[in-house]
């Protein structure tokens, strides 16, 4: 089973920057990391857990939630198994505790939750005003 690993979290006033590194290892389905789309998902306190960003098995193609987008960075190097997220002009609203996902093997839609197979255990990001 594909095992992720989140890090990179912390406080960070507004304005400022984190970059978030998602390390993944062993397989799923007899693929590894490389054949895995990645998403990275955020939950809110008191919130339901919602998309961040997207990225496909090649790093061709993202995707971005749009109260993100122009902020945040997704890419992933597949020779050291990590995806990461980029996150620039962070804002108070941004705080979360964010999760790696990895996409199973069919059905993937890169901003449904329900798609994803393996999880994070989160790392938790805190903006302050």
């Known amino acids: 089973q594909v095992q992720l690993v989140e890090s990179g979290g912390g406080l960070v006033q507004s304005g400022g920057s984190l970059r978030l590194s998602c390390a993944a290892s062993?397989?799923?389905?007899?693929?590894?990391?490389?054949?895995?789309?990645m998403g990275w998902f955020r939950q809110p306190p008191g919130k339901e857990r919602e998309f961040v960003a997207a990225?496909?098995?090649?790093?061709?193609?993202?995707y971005y939630a749009g109260s993100v987008k122009g902020r945040f960075t997704i890419s992933r190097d597949n020779a050291k198994n990590t995806v990461y997220l980029q996150m620039n002009s962070l804002k108070p609203e941004d705080t979360a505790v964010y999760y790696c996902?990895?996409?199973?093997?069919?059905?993937?839609?890169?901003?449904?939750?329900?798609?994803?197979?393996?999880w994070g255990q989160g790392t938790q990001v805190t903006v302050s005003s």
């Open positions: 990225i496909s098995w090649a790093g061709l193609n993202t």
């Open positions: 062993g397989r799923t389905s007899g693929r590894t990391f490389s054949s895995h789309a």
């Open positions: 996902a990895a996409a199973g093997g069919s059905g993937y839609v890169p901003a449904e939750s329900h798609t994803y197979d393996v």
